[in-house]
């Protein structure tokens, strides 16, 4: 069964950067939407970004100066980063699959565990 | 459009019938996708492909679209049901991907 594992630092200091990692086990890597969601505590999803198999990235227009995302294929990794975060960014991340065919119907088939940031002095 | 509305709660009564709604503009483009999320959980897929249900969804949960709306019906709710449920779609330019609000819904 397919399974996404991520992992990254829980606590960040205002103006630290966030890095997190999402591993795809026993699976595939390619022919994905690899995405990147949070979830403030107590509020709704929020998209961070993507990276397609083709290498085509798109952020959230509110985060894309302070957003990376990346993919390692040979590792079937993908990664995010946000720098300088406040506490405005606690949240859960998730890392996700997502398909979008025939490029009308985008949804994510698989979700990590989530990953609780917390940013606080 | 930039955003997809969703009412933020609901309430069915055990074993009646339940219909949230998700209205968006990009829905005249893209079709919805729906999540349920239970308190500490991840989400999970509930429908997607316009009315598609994963095998692990039971069918009482079904999807309609109409113009800039899309309607996730749960027919006979349970007491299991009860969750935050979530539509997504893309946006009207295919770049960015868009979350409603969310709905709770509360099974009496």
């Known amino acids: 069964q397919v399974q996404l594992q991520q992992w990254g630092a829980g606590l960040l200091k205002p103006s630290e950067t966030l890095s997190l990692t999402c591993g795809v086990n026993?699976?595939?890597?390619?022919?994905?939407?690899w995405t990147w969601i949070r979830q403030p505590p107590g509020k709704g999803l929020e998209w961070i970004g993507e990276i397609n198999h083709s290498g085509i990235i798109n952020y959230n227009p509110s985060l894309k100066s302070r957003v990376t995302i990346s993919v390692d294929t040979s590792n079937n990794q993908s990664s995010l980063k946000l720098n300088s975060v406040t506490a405005a960014d606690t949240a859960v991340y998730y890392c996700?699959?997502?398909?979008?065919?025939?490029?009308?119907?985008?949804?994510?088939?698989?979700w990590g565990r989530g990953t609780l940031v917390t940013v606080s002095s | 459009s930039s955003e997809l509305t969703q009412d933020p709660t609901v309430s069915v009564a055990l074993g009646q019938t339940v219909k949230i709604t998700c209205q968006g503009d990009s829905l005249r483009n893209y079709y919805a996708s729906w999540y349920q999320q239970k308190p500490g959980q991840a989400p999970i897929l509930v429908i997607y492909?316009?009315?598609t249900r994963p095998s692990w969804i039971p069918d009482r949960f079904s999807a309609s679209n109409s113009g800039t709306t899309a309607s996730l019906t749960i027919t006979g709710a349970q007491a299991e049901d009860e969750a935050d449920y979530y539509c997504?779609?893309?946006?009207?330019?295919?770049?960015?991907?868009?979350f409603g609000g969310g709905t709770k819904v509360t099974v009496l």
């Open positions: 996700a699959r997502a398909k979008f065919w025939p490029k009308i119907y985008w949804y994510i088939d698989l």
């Open positions: 026993g699976g595939s890597f390619g022919d994905y939407y």
């Open positions: 492909a316009k009315n």
């Open positions: 997504t779609s893309r946006d009207s330019s295919g770049t960015r991907v868009l």
